[in-house]
């Protein structure tokens, strides 16, 4: 009896399963016979699901393993695969009756010729080498590009942007300068040197109100102590 195929992921079960895995509960999936490197009808646990969603982008770990691997949905199934049942046992056949033996003619045979030498026995199953296996290709998942981006204004305020693959994760959060410019003085230093001279000209327009702000207020305090007076 042919073994009935198991149908792939289709768009509908895709949804269930992120909608499952969003809520805090792995789903469970099986392999089918287009998996590479797995055996088909294996149980296994989704746990992400990588952008874009296109080739290999299911995350799976099959059960009984700590390893992470990347399938298409070609390669996995809802259906859980039926118990496989057991052949029944054989009837044994019945034993043939023996058959008459067919008249000996007495002829003159010549003698036989000598036997030949018996083979060397095999050598013990201990001393045999089992055949090497060599473990099958797993697909192991592509990481995601991360890119970090700082920006600055003409005030010397700073933001960061980070992009994660194809997710923006942050977007224009603010950042301190002081963090910003200890950050720098890790890196390159033509890193270090283009935001120092952002800093040093924000320092200069910040310092230079601070000496008008000032300096009106010391106008003003003369004013009111004429009026005063």
């Not at 969003?22 to 999936?29: D, I, T």
């Not at 799976?60 to 399938?71: A, Y």
């Not at 033996?101 to 030949?116: G, M, S």
């Not at 000496?211 to 106008?219: D, F, I, K, S």
Request: aromatic share 4%; hydrophobic share 40%.
């Amino acid at each position: 009896m042919a073994k009935a195929k198991q149908s792939s992921l289709s768009p509908q079960d895709i949804d269930h399963l992120r909608a499952e895995l969003a809520a805090g509960r792995p789903p469970a999936v099986w392999f089918t016979s287009a998996a590479v490197g797995v055996e088909a009808g294996r149980s296994a646990k989704v746990v992400a699901f990588t952008e874009p969603a296109e080739g290999d982008y299911i995350q799976v770990r099959p059960t009984g393993e700590k390893d992470e691997l990347s399938f298409s949905p070609a390669e996995l199934t809802v259906e859980k695969p039926a118990p496989r049942r057991r052949a029944p046992a054989p009837v044994a056949a019945k034993a043939a009756e023996p058959e008459a033996p067919a008249p000996v003619e007495h002829i003159y045979t010549p003698a036989p010729p000598p036997p030949k030498p018996a083979p060397a026995p095999a050598p013990p199953a201990a001393e045999r080498k089992p055949a090497e296996r060599k473990p099958p290709a797993r697909k192991q998942a592509k990481p995601a590009e991360v890119t970090v981006t700082l920006v600055s204004t003409a005030d010397g305020e700073w933001t960061v942007d980070v992009q994660w693959g194809s997710k923006r994760t942050l977007k224009a959060a603010p950042v301190a300068a002081s963090a910003v410019s200890q950050a720098a003085k890790l890196l390159p230093a033509e890193v270090d040197e283009a935001v120092e001279s952002v800093l040093s000209a924000a320092r200069e327009r910040h310092l230079a109100r601070v000496e008008q702000l000032r300096a009106e207020l010391e106008a003003a305090q003369r004013a009111l102590d004429d009026l005063t007076g």
